[in-house]
């Protein structure tokens, strides 16, 4: 039910910003001695990382900025930023957030979310009633699984799958689940 562009992450944004951000890549580390850096992709959209296009840049040591895209090579996800030429400079962005509004991210085919969509989002079981809230939206090879935090700390791992899933709300924010008997006490954890 997930789309796999869906990799996007909410934030809570720059603070200049007034709407929030989506998360569409990760710096990883210097490439090379002329700037570049290898990044880790998080966003389906073919043209997002083109030559010229403008993210924000979320550094760990800097306060939010928008950034130039200077070249970008898909293949090997390599991206150079306006201003940084040396591996000096790029050593500087690694561990830095690439994000964009979230206005400038498609809508997502009906039937489908964004994991920005999903995260925050309030879970009942139809038996048990209130779960906790989605805090994090994890990919595991098999599909998707939501991460709930239950009252008292616990987590609790629901793989969203039809067969488990009665409806999704985005707009109030509620997800409706049909969990199996012994599918909360196997996935909880501390």
């Known amino acids: ?22 998360l569409v890549g990760r710096v990883l580390r210097p ?14 959209v073919a043209e997002r990382f083109d030559p010229g296009r403008e993210l924000w840049l979320t550094a760990p040591s800097r306060a939010p900025r928008r950034v130039r895209i200077d070249s970008f090579r898909a293949g ?3 991206l150079r930023l306006a201003g940084w030429r040396t591996r000096e400079q790029a050593e500087t962005l ?29 879970c009942s079981d ?3 009633g209130e779960l906790g809230e ?5 990919e595991d090879g098999g599909g998707e699984l939501l991460e709930i935090e239950r009252p008292g700390g616990r987590r609790l791992l629901v793989p969203f799958v039809e067969a488990l899933v009665i409806g999704v709300d985005v707009a109030g924010r509620r997800i409706g689940l ?13």
């Not at 997930?2 to 989506?22: C, I, M, N």
């Not at 498609?106 to 989002?121: D, K, N, R």
């Not at 989605?134 to 994890?138: R, S, T």
């Open 134 to 138: 989605v805090v994090g939206v994890l």
């Open 94 to 122: 690694r561990g830095s957030r690439l994000e964009v509004g979230l206005s400038e991210s498609p809508e997502a085919p009906e039937g489908l979310f964004y994991h920005h969509q999903l995260i925050g989002c309030a």
């Open 76 to 78: 090997s996800a390599l």
């Open 31 to 44: 490439h090379g001695l002329d700037g570049e850096v290898k990044i880790e992709v998080l966003s389906d």
């Open 178 to 190: 049909r969990l199996p008997p012994g599918l909360l006490e196997a996935c909880e954890s501390e």
């Open 126 to 128: 139809e038996l048990r």
């Open 1 to 22: 039910m997930v789309s796999r562009s869906a990799k996007a992450e909410a934030s809570a944004g720059p603070p200049d910003l007034v709407e929030e951000t989506v």
